[in-house]
């Protein structure tokens, strides 16, 4: 591969993963020590329950997620079908979960901050709508997000946020060496 052809890719390689590393929507368990991370690996039996029960709690706050969607939002056209619970495994040593993440359509998002046409927040966006043509925010909107009749409908953050003490014991059961990172889960930060 000649060296112009191997720059080009690392430079691929770089936005791609520029684009994963800041996803929203997910919390990490970090574990602060690789020796115990090494050793977690060796018993199965506890890897595989740990792994369980996170599924379970994803499942859960899943389905929580989806009762309060349909409780305190009216109009729900995709936004119900669209929500998934990802769960991400660390490969290094065993499958262990290492990252789970959130996935749902833009909506979701508007409809938690009140945004909508003619009421966009102050930094602005870009965006490529589903025809291929590539969107942006208009300039008289700025700043007018969740005034007006569309107030924010806060759907996400409480009821992940009433979740949290579960999962943390789910993983302090698991590991004392464990911790959750949860500076991305949250909508409203």
Do not use: C
């Amino acid at each position: 591969m000649s060296f112009i052809k191997r720059q080009i890719e690392n430079k691929r390689f770089r936005s791609a993963s520029r684009r994963t590393v800041g996803l929203p929507f997910e919390l990490s368990l970090e574990s602060i020590s690789e020796v115990e991370k090494f050793q977690r690996s060796k018993d199965k039996e506890s890897l595989q329950k740990f792994n369980t029960d996170v599924k379970e709690w994803a499942d859960d706050s899943k389905r929580d997620l989806r009762v309060s969607i349909k409780s305190l939002v009216k109009r729900d056209v995709y936004l119900s079908d669209s929500l998934r619970a990802n769960l991400y495994y660390d490969r290094k040593y065993a499958s262990e979960v290492n990252r789970v993440g959130f996935s749902f359509v833009r909506e979701g998002v508007y409809i938690h901050r009140g945004a909508g046409r003619g009421q966009g927040g102050v930094i602005g966006g870009r965006w490529i709508d589903r025809h291929g043509k590539q969107k942006e925010r208009s300039a008289d909107s700025a700043g007018l997000q969740g005034t007006g009749k569309r107030k924010p409908i806060r759907w996400f953050d409480p009821v992940i946020d009433r979740r949290l003490p579960v999962l943390a014991d789910i993983v302090s059961d698991y590991s004392a060496t464990m911790q959750i990172d949860a500076a991305n889960i949250f909508i409203e930060q």
